[in-house]
């Protein structure tokens, strides 16, 4: 994601992340009904600056480097701050739509 050249590119890949990582749980059962929740949450999502999105890679990697160590708190506490920073700051409307 860091060298994508443009938003759509690096929302492609921000989407292959996490359907990468959905799969890399174990569970492929998830990964189907993880991906049909991204699809529509990736209604809500902003063409933020490349600048801002990439910024996000650094939770990516946090969380890829949590999950090496084995440490599913930390692993966690990872997800949990970029659920927390993507729905303050990258997903308009989903209080508006009763997404809550």
Not at 3 to 17: I, L, V
Not at 41 to 65: C, I, K, Q, T
Not at 70 to 96: C, I, N, P, Q
Request: proline share 5%.
């Amino acid at each position: 994601m860091d060298a994508a050249p443009s938003w759509a590119e690096f929302h492609g890949c921000d989407e292959r992340f996490h359907l990468r990582l959905a799969r890399a749980t174990g569970m492929p059962s998830i990964a189907t009904p993880y991906g049909a929740v991204l699809q529509e949450l990736y209604r809500y999502y902003l063409p933020y600056p490349l600048e801002a999105l990439r910024e996000s890679n650094e939770e990516h990697r946090s969380l890829v480097d949590a999950l090496r160590r084995k440490d599913a708190s930390a692993a966690a506490e990872v997800a949990r701050r970029h659920v927390e920073v993507l729905r303050s700051t990258m997903f308009v409307g989903l209080m508006d739509s009763g997404a809550s």
